[in-house]
């Protein structure tokens, strides 16, 4: 089940995530957070569904199906987070990937400060995995001084993985670093490509919440870093492989597979 926004470019949010989830075999159960305008170059409104409607939604998705896994994405606002605590309080035993996408690509706000304490307090603590990139990861660990202590302070307030991705730093390699157990697991490097994406973000959580849901036994640490990895691993190919319909950002190819290249697989 994915809870985020829609995005009428078709680029990010729910569209990104219905996309990503079936390239990597899994059936999509869409619930919609927030309604934008917006392009590949930027957000320009958002307004949030009803907190009751996003409620009726997932509950009535739960009531009828298998759900293996939980991805958020936009929530709207604080009246949002609430009602995602409580309907992962009321699931406890589905695990939850945590994309807190704080802006757009483009750079318009999507969360006051109000909102980022919500999801502090609210979301953080019930979330399996988080994907902060390290503009997210500052403004939600504000009293950390370095990403390190970004990353080990937003495992103390109670998520039980925290993948730190470096889209936003300097050098020739992204390196993504995985959190959990008090202290850093591992560290993944990318080569940068040159471009800049409209929905990666969505990609990446997206990619890890289809591939978590297919774990077996569920739990298997081993197994979560595997997962990890190849969505990594999928999302880079998505990226490498992208295409400009509008003027802005790139949007990833997500099924770059169907033109017969399986290289994410290998």
């Not at 403004?139 to 998520?159: I, K, N, V």
Request: glycine share 8%; charged share 15%; hydrophobic share 40%.
């Amino acid at each position: 089940m994915t809870l985020s926004g829609n995005d009428p470019t078709g680029g990010a949010g729910i569209a990104a995530d219905i996309e990503t989830l079936i390239s990597l075999g899994c059936r999509p159960a869409p619930v919609i957070t927030a309604l934008t305008v917006q392009n590949t170059h930027n957000i320009q409104t958002l307004s949030p569904v009803d907190y009751e409607l996003v409620l009726y939604q997932a509950r009535a998705v739960l009531a009828d199906l298998p759900v293996a896994a939980f991805k958020i994405g936009v929530l709207g606002n604080v009246d949002n987070a609430a009602t995602l605590h409580e309907l992962l309080l009321a699931w406890p035993n589905i695990p939850v990937v945590l994309d807190p996408v704080l802006a757009a690509g483009g750079g318009t706000s999507l969360a006051d400060e109000e909102l980022i304490e919500a999801i502090r307090e609210l979301l953080v603590p019930l979330t399996t995995v988080l994907t902060p990139n390290s503009h997210e990861a500052r403004r939600l660990a504000p009293e950390a001084d370095t990403l390190e202590a970004c990353g080990m302070a937003l495992l103390a307030r109670g998520c039980r993985y925290v993948l730190l991705t470096g889209g936003h730093e300097p050098g020739a390699e992204v390196i993504n670093t995985l959190y959990g157990n008090n202290r850093r697991l591992e560290s993944w490097r990318w080569p940068r490509l040159p471009d800049s994406y409209h929905g990666s973000g969505c990609t990446l959580a997206s990619a890890i919440a289809a591939l978590i849901a297919q774990i077996q036994p569920p739990g298997s640490e081993p197994s979560l870093l595997s997962a990890l990895y190849q969505a990594q691993q999928y999302v880079w190919r998505a990226l490498q492989t992208s295409h400009r319909i509008g003027s802005g950002q790139l949007l990833p190819n997500r099924l770059f597979w169907a033109a017969g290249d399986q290289s994410c697989h290998d």
